[in-house]
């Protein structure tokens, strides 16, 4: 499969603790974008990198995530200290760049925060 | 008032309808425009995308963007259970997209 790949497809936790969530993209894809996803809305933005560099954070993005692309390859996304509000689908999406239209998603990790 | 409107249905058709699909948007400054589709539990896979204005055609999917009413359409013809899903809108901003709400179709047997 040559798709991107997001790990894990669950996962539940309880409030306080620290996820950490991996996105790999489609090879040689420049650009990779996390989105967030709750029940019966469309993904929101989150951020997005070009190479290793995160060029863009939405304001939805508080102190208590982060993201990394270290190698300009697979991403992650942590959050520390979960609450319930961060339940949520995490969507991972890559881009060859040129025409960052053409976003190929993950099928998402499902977060519980109980 | 958000970006980009969707009404999210449920929409429920017989199969062979043909069925439409629409978004209102209010950022005149963006003219890029995608439909994407959403099983269950998967993520969002490109349909179709558009630029400005006009009508853009992929076989049985038609997608329509009116630049005087900020309203896009899609537009699904012959439709089959197959094509049952989450349609979303979404409107490219810069280096992110902006999505509607998603409407949940189902087409019956």
């Known amino acids: 499969d040559t798709g991107v790949s997001q790990d894990p497809r669950h996962k539940i936790t309880k409030r306080g603790q620290n996820v950490t969530f991996r996105c790999d993209p489609i090879?040689?894809?420049?650009?990779l974008y996390w989105y967030r996803q709750t029940l019966g809305q469309g993904p929101e933005f989150l951020t997005y990198?070009?190479?290793?560099?995160?060029?863009?954070k939405s304001r939805l993005l508080s102190d208590r995530f982060s993201a990394e692309r270290p190698k300009g390859s697979f991403s992650t996304l942590e959050i520390q200290r979960t609450e319930q509000g961060d339940s949520a689908m995490y969507l991972c999406?890559?881009?060859?760049?040129?025409?960052?239209?053409?976003?190929?998603f993950g099928s998402g990790t499902q977060l519980s925060v109980l | 008032q958000k970006e980009v409107e969707q009404d999210p249905g449920p929409l429920s058709v017989p199969e062979g309808a043909i069925v439409s699909l629409n978004c209102t948007y209010s950022?005149?400054?963006?003219?890029?425009f995608m439909w994407y589709r959403q099983y269950s539990r998967k993520g969002p896979e490109l349909l179709m995308y558009?630029?400005?204005?006009g009508n853009k055609e992929d076989g049985r999917f038609t997608a329509q963007v009116d630049k005087s009413s900020k309203y896009i359409s899609l537009f699904i013809r012959d439709s089959q259970p197959s094509d049952s899903a989450t349609y979303l809108c979404?409107?490219?901003?810069?280096?992110?997209?902006?999505f509607g709400q998603g409407t949940r179709l189902t087409i019956n047997p």
């Open positions: 999406a890559s881009s060859p760049g040129q025409d960052n239209e053409k976003l190929f």
């Open positions: 090879s040689e894809h420049n650009r």
């Open positions: 990198f070009q190479n290793e560099a995160q060029l863009e």
């Open positions: 950022n005149s400054a963006f003219q890029y």
């Open positions: 558009t630029y400005s204005s």
């Open positions: 979404a409107q490219r901003e810069a280096q992110k997209l902006v």
